[in-house]
């Protein structure tokens, strides 16, 4: 197999350092790899399989010769320089939302629309973390008995905020043990240590905010059905990392929990944990702290969705994944690993 020069655009942050980390585990051909970041950040150094790698300014100059490149920066800086790279000849995977709904950019979870991948030209867009994470397991439900609305409240993780978010909570839980003053927030809107923040993103004329709609928009070009109704409260909480979501589904077609059940236990990318009757609570559902850097989406408290009026058709379950990895790093290193297949 042939040897791919890669660059992370965005190698410093969250996202990025954790891509590094990814093209190692999934052995990703990799022959040279290339760092770019912000000026604050070059002639720093960042590992990747052992040896250091010295960071570079990110410039339309700096994708020269890339076969693959990966993005890890914000939707301004994706836009200013992601085209350049395209016109080198490199292939984009993009983790912002600048690209996502573009019509001529497939939005893919490898898991679910893999062959979408075929259509790029230049750009394959990674959904939003909390899509991500509602989507894995929602997916094979939707196979057996075709989804039709979703009511969805997240429980998303300060690291969604990148490493200020992550910094910023660190800062303040670290304060409160000491008794210190909690320091004033910039990465939130609000302190969120001992608090929760109902706003991610900004609020449209209806009400709710970006991130909210970023669900039901992803969600109907990533499954393919245009009339996906969702209704999605997103809510910021004091955990590092690792989101939460509820999540209840109404179907076109009668599903039973034991089928269900049996989907989700045998669906890629989904790990079922879900035994009402284990002794500790870290086997009888998931939970943020048990999800953190690993890849699956843990899904549990499946149950029938008692206020459907057809019980047939309605399901409720909790699910938790790392954000950090299959909300953003695993799935863009999944998706660049279809690019060399
Ligand atoms: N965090 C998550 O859980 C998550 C999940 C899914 C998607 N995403 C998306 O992934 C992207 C990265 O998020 P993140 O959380 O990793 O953010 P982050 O931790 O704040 O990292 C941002 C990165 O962008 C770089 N950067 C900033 N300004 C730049 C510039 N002018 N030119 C080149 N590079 C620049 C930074 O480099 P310096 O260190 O040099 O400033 C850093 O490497 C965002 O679009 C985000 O929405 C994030």
Partial sequence: MKDYTVAILGATGAVGTQMLTCLEEQEFPVGTIKLLASARSAGKTLKFRGEDVVIEEATPAAFEGCDIVLGAADDAVAKQLLPAAVEAGATVVDNSHAFRMDPDVPLVIPEIN????????????????????ALVPTWPLHQLAGVKRMIVSTYQAASGAGAPGMAELEAQIKAMGSGEAIPEP??????????????????????????EMKLQNEGRKIMHLPELAV??????????????????????RDIT??????????????????????ESAHDRFPMPIDTSD????????????????NAARGITFWCCGDQIRKGAATNAVQIAKLLVK
């Fill in 114 to 133: 893999a062959d979408d991948v075929a259509w790029h030209k230049g750009i394959i867009a990674n959904p939003n973390c909390a899509t991500i994470i």
């Fill in 186 to 211: 910039k990465a939130f809107a609000a302190q969120l240590v001992s608090n929760l923040i109902p706003q991610i993103g900004g609020f449209d004329d209806e009400g709710y905010t970006s991130e």
């Fill in 231 to 252: 209704c999605c409260t997103c809510v910021r909480v004091p955990v590092l990392r690792s989101h939460s979501e509820s999540i209840t589904l109404e179907f076109e």
């Fill in 257 to 278: 929990l034991d089928e269900a059940r049996e989907a989700l236990a045998t669906a890629p990318g989904v790990k079922l944990v879900d035994d009402r009757s284990a």
């Fill in 294 to 309: 690993q890849d699956l989406i843990w899904v549990g408290r499946l149950r029938r969705d008692i206020s459907n009026p």
